[in-house]
């Protein structure tokens, strides 16, 4: 009998060591997208989505962080899934870490809440794509039939990979997110620059619609020497999502 309870006991201690092992041996490598923006995106103006960043990619010690706009490097400290990003932001004059928590070898959470002010942290999935990719295939990547105007009614219209097919005058596309590019329209709208085959580009605003829509609105010439202060003035297309 006191042979099989010191078994018991082994196994237990076993079993409670494996258990404590396995909750700090997560390895965090490679390139991480802030999901928690991504899941927002669909119902929210990109602009009114607060994050620290959208991207973090793992070195040996340090991370590479992208914001939409700049790129940074952070040394960082481990402490079983615990990594502590080192002067990571300012908040009333001091600078102040960020804790990382690792929830599995593809996933981590971003304890940002005093930094963005919002009520959750933000959790990052691990990815083989870029944010800037991933954003492309939540909110516009796709084909659609055109509705508006009418003269072009049932032509279709692929958005993939930043690049168009289909839609008259323009081939490609770049998603506003972050940046000054956030302020050039002041209505109540996104952003989004389309491009040419010569290079030229335009900027537009576009919004869901109802019943899988996607509008496309023109806006007023930059102001000279300024940066913001355009405006929507007219509706440019209007793309219904195409059935499979």
């Not at 899941?39 to 990109?46: D, G, I």
């Not at 109540?188 to 537009?204: A, C, E, K, M, V």
């Not at 919004?207 to 929507?232: A, C, F, H, M, W």
Request: charged share 20%.
């Amino acid at each position: 009998m006191i042979a099989l309870n010191r078994i018991l006991l082994a196994v237990s201690c076993m079993t409670l060591f494996s258990c404590s092992k396995s909750e700090s041996d997560y390895k965090l490598s490679g390139r991480f997208i802030n999901t928690s923006y991504l899941e927002q995106s669909k119902t929210k103006l990109l602009q009114n989505i607060p994050f620290y960043g959208t991207e973090i990619t793992f070195e040996k010690d340090s991370i590479v962080f992208t914001n939409g706009f700049e790129t940074g490097k952070l040394a960082y400290t481990q402490k079983g899934n615990r990594y502590i990003l080192k002067e990571a932001y300012q908040h009333n004059g001091h600078l102040k870490e960020l804790i990382l928590e690792a929830t599995s070898d593809s996933t981590f959470t971003l304890h940002d809440t005093e930094y963005t002010t919002a009520s959750t942290p933000s959790v990052f999935t691990t990815s083989k794509i870029p944010f800037e990719s991933a954003l492309a295939k939540k909110v516009i990547d796709g084909t659609y039939e055109i509705q508006y105007p009418e003269a072009l009614k049932n032509t279709r219209v692929t958005f993939s990979a930043f690049t168009i097919t289909g839609l008259p005058d323009y081939n490609r596309y770049n998603l506003c997110y972050s940046g000054d590019c956030m302020q050039m329209i002041t209505d109540t709208i996104n952003s989004i620059y389309l491009s040419r085959p010569d290079g030229h580009t335009d900027l537009f605003g576009w919004q869901n619609g109802l019943q899988q829509t996607l509008e496309l609105y023109r806006v007023s010439d930059p102001i000279p020497d300024s940066k913001g202060g355009q405006r929507i003035t007219q509706k440019a297309f209007i793309l219904k999502k195409a059935g499979k």
